[in-house]
């Protein structure tokens, strides 16, 4: 019989918000696979738990490497827990890898809920939370951050990021850029921890704000694009629009998306007028 793996969400701050099961499972597995081992032992002793199982490592700089030997594991019939730092495995975190795998072996997966700074940040925004979608971490690069944020400019669904505290400042201020400086906005700072804190407002009061220096674990909540309606552009001003972003150093492939999605249109629409124009002129 083939193993199961099994994905346990560990504690975002607070250690007592642990699920119960999580203790039952570090203790019963036959192998614990942990994103930091040291962490995991913190954790472990908090809890009061000894594994009885092989604890291995698994990040980001092993995981290529280490998943053929847990999916060997899996196979022989092993019960392999894998943890996180914090939070949910695969969910910015290792551990897509591992269960793509898996699932492709036949072997089963399944998981020990467990918080999420993702939905509680969601909760405490105060922004619309019927309807949202997780973009995970923004590009280091300046100009690949700002790509990034085009592409879901028009997007009306609530926009959920992680960011690190060192960038908080230029990322707000590009979100500023893009999305509008009144765009509402909610910085989700040291979730469920002894300093936790939730600031909400427009994103260029956030980027003022996050421009004297921040700490911490943060998450940040976007308010979606607002519902005006399919704006009317004609295939003249499309053609404008990809020239400005080109000039700016834009791609055309990307600056044709992101016209598209400014004005609501498909980007056939877009990419035609283009090659239309390409030809007149040409």
Known sequence: MTGILVLAGTPIGDVSDAPPRLAEELAGADVVAAEDTRRLRRLTQALGVTPKGR???YFEGNESARTPELVEELAGGARVLLVTDAG????SDPGYRLVAAAVERDIKVTAVPGPSAVLTALALSGLPVDRFCFEGFLPRKAGERLGRLREVAGERR????????HRLDATLAAMAEVFGTERRAAV??????????????PLAELAAWAAEGVRGEITVVVEGAPDHGPEEVDAAELVRRVGVREEAGERRKEAIAAVAVEAGVPKRE???AVVAAKRSTG
């Not at 609530?158 to 505290?165: K, N, Q, R």
């Not at 989700?188 to 407002?201: A, D, I, M, Q, S």
């Open 88 to 91: 949910m495995p695969s969910v």
């Open 188 to 201: 989700c700072r040291e979730l469920t921890k002894t300093y936790e804190e939730v600031r909400r407002g």
């Open 158 to 165: 609530t926009l959920v990021y992680f960011e690190s505290p």
């Open 270 to 272: 877009v990419f035609d």
């Open 55 to 57: 604890v291995v490592s």
